[in-house]
């Protein structure tokens, strides 16, 4: 009752009632009230559409004031003290590594902002999850990064709270809460196919309930603190949610959640007694299936039959009791919710984690007491949203949010430890990781396909392929980066056990088969999932691992780490069935397994001191271990041969991807380390024979020159052989985990980078192996890589030729890098692309012939290493091993022998490492022991081990097994012998015992059996049993040739060489003369001392064979006599036969060069011969009329035609009328010109709300409103003649130069149209590009038949009195301007001449050429076509710099093509003639007589003399007059338009003085207006201008009222003069440009003082007695051809009459300054972040939203939407629109999101590049990098130099269509 009651009244006062009710001490009767109120109102059984609950609620909680005063109040007691500002993705944050604590913390641009963070290092981002500010919060960042507003603690001068304001909010919001909940309990369906679409319904309809929560959390800490109550208020909750039986609604309501509470756990509860159980499958740690009943979903879901057949599968099991889940079976269990906050997030989580809902609980993180309950929640409901993720179809946004609020909450360690250690989180992560990967396992098919028992993930699966797993891997290794939860975990053996069974999941997964016969049907592309799964699931949080690892008081974990290792890896082998060969044709790049124990031992040794062979297994382990990573280089070198091209390029993607930066030190290098280990422990000869046999190069080591190889194809052997000494050198070079710093490692790194390329600094900054795990604090751009770089690298300043592509800053090596620090051996282990080894080489070549070290072709210098750490010393035994020794000298002596598949690289790579033996001798063995060892094998190959003594032991014979055609065959075998590899299976036979061993380690490749024996000895079984179990007997043949074929023979070689003879041999054969090496130390014992000079590190073969010959007799007596006794045999070495044609060869070399030049030089001659005839016979048959025309033609007029070559058919000739030539040229729109301003400086783009542009000082809008006056006062006809157009969307021409047949043209196009390829131009559009220059072009312009610009008698200087010019002019004017050329017919050429109009006109829009007021008028044309002339002089002018001070041709008239274009326009004008009446040539050179009685009164007058514009009238004279025009009659047209434009200089001029002035010089003019040359004086023309304006009364009064403001000036003579002289040069620069153009007159070269005097000289304006030295007046240029007073008065009285009405208007139609400046683009601001914090967020005027694309116009400073459809207008985008109106379809517009520039150029645009750089000369396209990015001046000049010249279609080459989307 009550409560109806109530709801009748008026929102405002109830709730004013009810709040004083409450505020009572006894408020049980408002407590009630407001209870039956909430009942009502709150009803969940109301639609949730409904907003009169929102709307009570409102009015309630405000207590009856307005609801935003409530709000403003309740702020102003915020005592937050951190930001917490929540963001959603895309949203523009800052993050600074200087002030960070943890590397996920982030900052709003507006804390950033106020905070001062010069000088660091910090980056500008977008959000890709959404964040919180953390400003304010020091457990992320340090306080001296906090804004002005978080730094002073703001909570503690806030009055405390009064009771009575939150009371309201109090009693009304659990109501509210638990309404909403409701709402959600209600709308939830358990998931199908229709669930989605019903869930996003209720999400809408609640969206204003949830907004309504979101903005009380925004209301501060006050509101917060309430909320927080509310929400983790255990009582209220049961209150509210359980005792509401007798309302079957609640009821109803109720169920359905518990319904949908059941599904929540890991585990149903039908399988609770399974909950304390986990089976991991034979040891190995696979969950099982079943098992998992732990963790396992709900039956519902996967029926329990199925999943008993999954557990078969995986083998024997193994139970192992889990502590961790008997400690808390919560993990598994149904949730169980106790307040409002868990309830909450719970529904969020079924809704998948909807944004609203997100950012409220993030909203209020700020609350510490919400932070920790809301910390605890979530992590109760770890395991379910986990769940929920992986059913869910949206994971990718549902992964974004989950990590957009676990990040907020586990990136700090307090909360994260406290959580850790209170509810298990590790245990959690760690169990629902397994639960995650259970869900994909498929068997594995490593080694034994049908006894594998181990499980392996499938990275087809989408868990992996979308990488759904990442969220909770992200968690993972952010808590890992906390120390105290890292200890944690490694202290919990439980839980590393389980983590390596995580592990070994991973445990080579996408394995690769070598497909042998067929390509591959279809390419999987599996390997990006791989590759992404171990880097993210298995490396990084081993990084993160490792650096707490760092000390020696943290040896324990990192010994149980290992152990555990070792562990797993033994299960591994023992499920895979793995004994002592790996199965052939197949690699799994992933042994994640294997890199963890690499990297703790790695780690163990370096930082903690721990003993290395504490850490390692037994020697059977050992062995088992390296067989893997060995297989996986192997197998890189395989592909590299293209052995696997079968199966397609994805296997070239893995290895490439193997050895990429942002993988190799999780991958390729600890596999590395780990076969440096192996190699430093195992037998020695055991190892390098295992690398042979792995390489498959085994049969190809023989001394024979014939072999066979049963397992590789020829052309792979030479290959696989580079790649197996290759791979032995990088094993014994490398350091990097053997002793190296971590800033020598850094130093390296960037020096094998910039020596394959010089870098940018953010590409640098990519390919240097960072540690991966990104909160491992070691962050990349930190100090020491900048001094590092600093100290290898020089900068590069970023480089612009304009026409060039603009580089950006780039670093390249210093020279001493390259002189010491190159390293190929570094470069080769990081080259992604092997092309890249070669172009370091190349470099490294260019380098050492520049500095004049070394002119040849250099080999890859050899370069010292590092010392080992003593516990690797045992890798130095691998270079003291028989085996190798044995090797190395098969390898010389085949290579000497010239055998085939030998290589240089080959010879290389041996030298490598036989110096890299002479740099590690071995101390351990005394050299007296070595005879004793000899006498024991006196058929061995070497006596010891050591390579010193090796080096010059003498081999006479070796029995080698050949095929029997090969020529060793025929020899008899002398006593002893050595064996050979291959002839392992008749030796074994022959000796026993003792024997046996020795001449097993005589012979080579005993090899295969070799590394047998040695690996069962260390087994320790009886070698019958172990043959059987390793393999079936039929396999021993793919490495051994029987005995049996019968192709195969022994054979016995005399060979009598050491390896130092061998050398000695090489050394003369790479020189090519004998007796080539002579050491200096044997005349010299001096040179010993002077051992390692720069002579010998850079240099070829020669120059390391020297080296290497020459350290070894330093470091041995014995080498030294051997190398001088070989030197001493004077007789030289008698080459082998083999040799006699090599020798052949070199001789032949030169002879056939010679033929080679003869015969080139006797092709060309004919060739030539060829066309010239051909030519000839073209012209035959292409113009019969050619003689004719010859007949006719006068001699001279023969000899001055131009010729012309037309770049398609080659043909030179004349243009005819039927036969016209063209010049190639673009046409465009141009509104350059009327973007000009007065004032020097370029407008500023405006960067705040206050700064505006205003257009209207610009030349086009000036131009503008000049028209729009006269044409309101004057005669239509006559105002279009008066002003010139085309400052805006005027066309200019523009030409390559060269020229071609109109017909050729036509044909070209017509190719052009058929042809298929994509052309970035439009052909229909007539675009084409010139055939021969390639320059873009769309129109030919037809070249003008007859004579050149010839200086014939046209041209001399006419001394003919001027008035009679003027009446000749006035004559040529009446005549019809005639062409000389008949033009009665229409010939091909005026049909050209037409279209090219056409062209003309379909360049600009129609508004650019309609300006009469009576739409297509012929004054229309008329006035454009002569505006065309205009605007290209005009342009022409600019781009000489405004004045032509410069003189000469420039190169603009180099390629001009003005001269054909006036012809054009004149043949084209010629068809409106002036009606005499009207023809302005009359009223400047007659006294016209008044015709009042004419005029009728509505006719209009004439524009004014003094009002129009003299350069128009100069152009319309020239082109309406016929052609060819004389000299005398252009200058005397430029005579008389002079004496005009000085009395406009005189009219403007006098509008400047004040009153006083004016009078005074009217004075002193008048005194001597009776002078001689009165007509040339200024001041008598001035004193005459002045007195005849005044005569109209108006003129002057309202010019003083204007100019009075303006100018306080004192005007003196030398001031009026000079301003005399500027106001006419513009008249004289155009009429001097025409000139040129016409008659072809140089333009002389000047100073600007003297640019006046210069060009009145050029038109011959000068009086003849003018000697340059004089001072020069401008009247004295002045040439009267009647009385000047006279026709002064005349045109004086014509302004006078009109001013009289209209005063201002005439004062400001006098007043027009001809002067503008250059055309600028807009000045643009230092820095960029200025231009993006205005623009980024500023809304588009047109459609006021906040653009997704914002773009501005660098021209005019509009902001507009890119790509936008908002403001879309007739299918046009803004940008493209803007285009059009901004610059007649040329539009440079800045990307505000991108910070590049793209530019629309008509139907096409380009993506320019930017002007903005970062510190280090670098783009940053799409602010990917979020650096402060710098205005670069230079490029900005270059960009408004190709607006100005309008070159953008020449100089930029990628353009392509916009459909107008732009």
């Not at 087809?460 to 120390?483: C, M, R």
């Not at 065959?969 to 392992?984: I, L």
């Not at 070269?1645 to 011959?1660: D, H, I, K, R, T």
Request: charged content about 20%.
């Amino acid at each position: 009752m009550m409560a109806a009651l109530l709801l009748r009244r008026d929102k405002k006062s109830t709730a004013a009632h009810l709040k004083a009710d409450l505020n009572r001490t006894d408020n049980s009767s408002g407590v009630h009230q407001l209870q039956e109120l909430l009942d009502s109102v709150l009803n969940p059984e109301r639609p949730a559409g409904d907003t009169e609950a929102l709307e009570w609620c409102k009015c309630l909680l405000a207590g009856g004031e307005e609801f935003e005063e409530f709000c403003k109040t309740v702020r102003s007691y915020d005592n937050a003290t951190l930001c917490g500002l929540v963001w959603t993705a895309n949203f523009v944050a800052y993050r600074c590594r200087t002030c960070g604590i943890s590397p996920c913390m982030s900052l709003c641009a507006e804390c950033f902002n106020n905070g001062d963070h010069t000088g660091h290092d910090f980056n500008m981002f977008r959000s890709q999850a959404g964040g919180a500010c953390d400003c304010g919060d020091n457990n992320v960042m340090r306080d001296s990064g906090f804004c002005r507003r978080h730094r002073s603690k703001t909570g503690t001068n806030v009055p405390s709270v009064p009771r009575e304001l939150l009371l309201m909010s109090e009693m009304v919001l659990p109501r509210f809460i638990i309404y909403v909940i409701q709402y959600l309990r209600d709308g939830y369906s358990e998931p199908g196919p229709a669930s989605e679409r019903d869930l996003q319904k209720v999400l809408q309809q609640l969206e204003p309930q949830i907004s309504f929560l979101e903005e009380l959390t925004k209301m501060g800490g006050a509101m917060r603190t309430v909320l927080t109550k509310i929400l983790t208020n255990q009582q209220s909750y049961k209150d509210l949610t359980m005792g509401q039986e007798e309302n079957v609604h609640a009821k109803k309501n109720y169920d359905k959640y518990l319904s949908a509470l059941k599904s929540s756990g890991l585990v149903s509860s039908d399988e609770k007694n399974a909950s304390g159980v986990i089976e991991l499958a034979a040891g190995t740690g696979v969950l099982s299936d079943l098992g998992a009943a732990a963790v396992a979903g709900d039956p519902a879901e996967s029926s329990i039959e199925d999943d008993q057949d999954g557990s078969q599968e995986v083998g024997q099991r193994k139970r192992v009791k889990l502590s961790s889940s008997t400690k808390d079976p919560s993990i598994m269990d149904v949730l169980k919710h106790k307040c409002f906050l868990e309830e909450l997030l719970f529904w969020t989580i079924k809704y998948e984690f909807p944004q609203k809902m997100v950012t409220f609980l993030l909203n209020m993180l700020p609350d510490q007491d919400y932070k920790i309950s809301f910390t605890r929640t979530f992590v109760q409901h770890y395991a379910f949203i986990m769940k929920t993720l992986m059913k869910s179809h949206e994971s990718d946004t549902m992964s974004n949010r989950i990590v957009h609020i676990s990040v907020q909450l586990f990136s700090n360690e307090e909360l994260a430890r406290h959580v850790t250690e209170e509810c298990q989180l590790l245990d959690i992560m760690v169990t629902v990781l397994l639960y995650m990967m259970e869900s994909c396992l498929v068997k594995s098919e490593l080694q034994d396909e049908e006894n594998n028992r181990h499980v392996v993930v499938n990275c087809g699966e989408a868990l992996l392929k979308n990488n759904t797993y990442w969220p909770l891997v992200s968690d993972f290794i952010n808590i890992l980066s906390h120390q105290s939860v890292a200890k944690k975990f490694l202290e919990d053996q439980s839980l590393l056990m389980l983590w390596m069974s995580f592990v070994s999941f991973f445990q080579g997964m996408n394995l690769n088969k070598r497909e042998i016969n067929e390509h591959v049907e279809f390419e999987s592309q599996t390997y990006y999932a791989a590759f992404a799964a171990e880097l993210e699931a298995c490396a990084q949080p081993m990084w993160g691992l490792l650096t707490h690892c760092k000390v020696k008081e943290t040896q324990e974990y990192t010994k149980t780490v290992v152990r555990y290792c070792l562990e797993t890896l033994q299960i591994w082998f023992d499920s895979v069935n793995f004994v002592d060969e790996p199965a052939p044709h197949q690699v799994s790049f992933h042994l994640p397994l294997h890199r963890y124990y690499a990297m703790f031992l790695s780690k163990a040794v370096k930082c903690q001191g721990l003993d290395l062979d504490s850490l390692l297994p037994d020697q059977e382990m050992l062995m088992k271990i390296m067989i893997h990573p060995l297989q996986i280089q192997a197998s890189l070198s395989e592909i590299h041969s293209n052995m696997w091209v079968r199966n397609g390029l994805q296997i070239k993607g893995q290895a490439m991807t193997y050895v990429q930066s942002h993988f190799c030190n999780s991958m390729i290098d600890p596999d590395i380390y780990l076969l440096q280990v192996c190699a430093s422990r195992l037998d020695p000869d055991y190892f390098i024979s295992s690398v042979f046999e792995r390489f498959k190069v085994v049969d190809l080591l023989t001394m024979a020159s014939q072999h066979q190889n049963t397992v590789l194809d020829p052309e792979h052997e030479r290959p696989m052989l580079e790649g197996a000494l290759t791979f032995l050198v990088l094993l014994l070079s490398l350091r990097i985990h053997l002793g190296m710093t971590d800033d020598d490692i850094l130093r390296a790194e960037m020096v094998s980078q910039l020596c394959m390329n010089d870098r940018t600094h953010s590409s640098l900054l990519d390919l240097i192996p960072e540690n991966p795990n990104p909160k491992s604090g070691t962050v990349p751009g930190s100090s020491s890589f900048e001094a590092m770089l600093s100290a290898v690298a020089d900068f590069k300043a970023p480089v612009f030729e304009p026409g060039g592509s603009m580089q950006q800053g780039m670093y390249t090596p210093k020279a001493e890098v390259w002189e010491k620090e190159f390293d190929p051996i570094m470069v080769i282990l990081r080259t992604v692309y092997r092309r890249d080894v070669q172009t370091a080489m190349d470099r490294y070549t260019a380098f050492l012939k520049e500095s004049g070290f070394f002119s040849g072709n250099p080999w890859p210098p050899y370069k010292e290493r590092t010392p080992l750490h003593p516990c690797y010393k045992g890798l130095g035994r691998l270079l003291h091993c028989k085996t190798l020794h044995i090797v190395l000298f098969t390898l010389l002596y085949k290579i000497s022998m010239d055998h085939q598949n030998m290589s240089e690289h080959v010879l290389c790579m041996v030298l490598y490492l036989i110096e890299l033996g002479l740099d590690n001798v071995l101390q351990e063995e005394p050299e007296e022991e070595e005879p004793c060892i000899e006498e024991h094998c006196h058929d061995s190959w070497f006596p010891g081990t050591n390579l010193l003594s090796n080096l010059h032991h003498v081999i006479n014979f070796v029995r080698v097994r050949v095929p029997e055609t090969a020529p060793e065959v025929k020899r008899e075998p002398p006593a002893s012998t050595s064996t050979d590899s291959s002839s392992f299976a008749q030796t074994s036979r022959r000796f026993s015992g003792l024997q046996r061993q020795n001449s097993g380690a005589a012979q080579v490749f005993s090899l295969v059996a070799e590394r047998r024996r040695k690996f069962q000895e260390i087994i320790n079984r009886s070698s019958g049993e172990a043959s059987q179990a390793v393999r079936p007997k039929s396999s021993a043949t793919k490495w051994i040739p029987h005995g049996s074929t019968p192709q195969l023979t022994t054979a016995i070689l005399e060979i009598r060489e050491s390896m130092i003879s061998l050398l000695i041999k090489l050394h003369h054969k790479l020189s090519a003369k004998q007796n080539s090496f002579c050491p200096p130390w044997m005349e010299d014992p001096e040179a010993f001392v002077r051992l390692d000079s720069v002579k010998y590190s850079h240099g070829d073969g020669i120059s390391a064979i020297e080296r290497i010959l020459t350290k070894a007799a330093f470091r041995a007596r014995q080498n030294k006599r051997c190398i001088q006794e070989i030197c001493m045999k004077i007789s030289p070495p008698v080459p082998p036969k083999r040799n006699g044609p090599a020798d052949k060869k070199t001789m032949d070399k030169e002879e056939r060069r010679q033929k080679a030049r003869e015969r080139q030089q006797k092709l060309l001659a004919e060739f030539a011969s060829r066309q010239k005839s051909f030519m000839e016979t073209a012209m035959d048959v292409e113009s019969p009329d050619a003689d004719a025309a010859m007949d006719l033609g006068s001699s001279e007029q023969q000899v001055s035609e131009i010729l012309y070559d037309c770049v398609i058919c080659g043909q030179s000739g004349p243009s005819t009328e039927d036969r016209p030539t063209g010049l190639v040229v673009l046409l465009q729109a141009s509104s350059v010109l009327g973007h000009r301003c007065k004032s020097t400086e370029p407008k500023r783009l405006p960067t705040s709300d206050e700064e505006h542009i205003y257009p209207v000082d610009t030349c086009a809008a000036t131009h503008d409103v000049r028209l729009t006056t006269l044409q309101r006062f004057f005669n239509d006809s006559s105002c279009l003649q008066s002003v010139s157009i085309g400052w805006e969307g005027g066309v200019y021409v523009q030409t390559c130069g060269h020229t071609l047949h109109i017909d050729c043209h036509k044909s070209y196009m017509e190719s052009l149209r058929n042809d298929q390829v994509l052309q970035g131009f439009s052909v229909d559009k007539g675009e084409f590009t010139c055939p021969l220059c390639r320059q873009f072009a769309n129109s030919v312009l037809p070249c003008y038949p007859g004579r050149g610009v010839e200086k014939a008698h046209w041209q001399t200087p006419s001394r003919r009195n001027l008035s009679v010019l003027v009446k000749e002019v006035e004559d040529l004017q009446d005549q019809l301007g005639t062409f000389s050329v008949s033009t009665s017919s229409e010939t091909n050429l005026s049909r050209e001449m037409e279209s090219v109009i056409k062209d003309i006109k379909n360049t600009t829009q129609k508004k650019y050429m309609d300006y009469s007021k009576t739409p297509g008028s012929p004054d229309n044309d008329f006035l454009f076509m002569y505006s065309v002339a205009r605007t290209n002089l005009e342009l022409e002018l600019v781009h000489r710099g405004g004045d032509l001070c410069c003189g000469g041709a420039s190169a603009a008239t180099k390629r001009s093509c003005l001269n054909q274009l006036f012809h054009v326009l004149a043949m084209h004008m010629r068809l409106y003639s002036i009606d005499s009446a009207y023809n302005p040539w009359t009223r400047l050179t007659q006294l016209t007589q008044k015709r009042d009685s004419h005029v009728c009164n509505d006719e209009r007058p004439e524009v004014p003399l003094l009002f129009r514009d003299v350069p128009s009238l100069l152009i319309i004279f020239v082109l309406t007059m016929p052609q060819p025009l004389h000299k005398e009659h252009f200058t005397c047209i430029v005579k008389v338009l002079y004496t005009l434009q000085y009395m406009h200089a005189i009219a403007a001029l006098s509008v400047k003085f004040s009153a006083e002035e004016r009078l005074a010089w009217k004075n002193s003019g008048a005194l001597k207006k009776h002078t001689s040359d009165a007509e040339k004086s200024w001041e008598v023309l001035l004193s005459h201008g002045i007195s005849e304006l005044s005569k109209g009364n108006r003129f002057y009064e309202v010019a003083t009222e204007e100019i009075s403001v303006i100018s306080s000036r004192v005007w003196s003579p030398q001031s009026i003069e000079y301003a005399l002289q500027q106001f006419c040069l513009p008249f004289l620069r155009i009429s001097s440009l025409l000139q040129h153009h016409l008659f072809g007159d140089d333009l002389p070269n000047c100073l600007s003082e003297e640019e006046f005097p210069v060009l009145a000289n050029c038109l011959g304006l000068l009086p003849s007695a003018f000697q340059p030295s004089n001072q020069l007046h401008s009247a004295s240029c002045l040439d009267w051809s009647i009385s000047a007073f006279e026709i002064i008065s005349q045109w004086c009285s014509e302004v006078t009459e009109f001013a009289d009405m209209n005063a201002e208007h005439a004062v400001t139609l006098v007043v027009q300054d001809p002067h503008w400046t250059a055309p600028r683009l807009l000045r643009l601001p230092e820095n960029y972040n200025t231009i993006f914090q205005y623009y980024h967020r500023k809304a588009c005027t047109f459609c006021n939203k906040v653009p997704k694309d914002p773009a501005l116009c660098l021209v005019c400073g509009t902001f507009v939407c890119l790509k936008g459809l908002c403001c879309k207008q007739q299918n046009y985008c803004e940008c493209v629109l803007h285009s059009q109106h901004c610059g007649a379809a040329t539009g440079i517009f800045l990307l505000i999101n991108a910070s590049v520039i793209i530019i629309i150029r008509g139907h096409r645009f380009c993506l320019w590049g930017a002007v903005y750089l970062d510190a280090h000369g670098e783009e940053d396209r799409d602010l990917r990098r979020g650096k402060p990015l710098y205005l670069c001046e230079e490029r900005y000049k270059v960009l408004e130099q190709q607006w100005v010249s309008h070159t953008f279609d020449h100089i930029n080459k990628r353009w392509g269509p916009h459909y107008n989307g732009l």
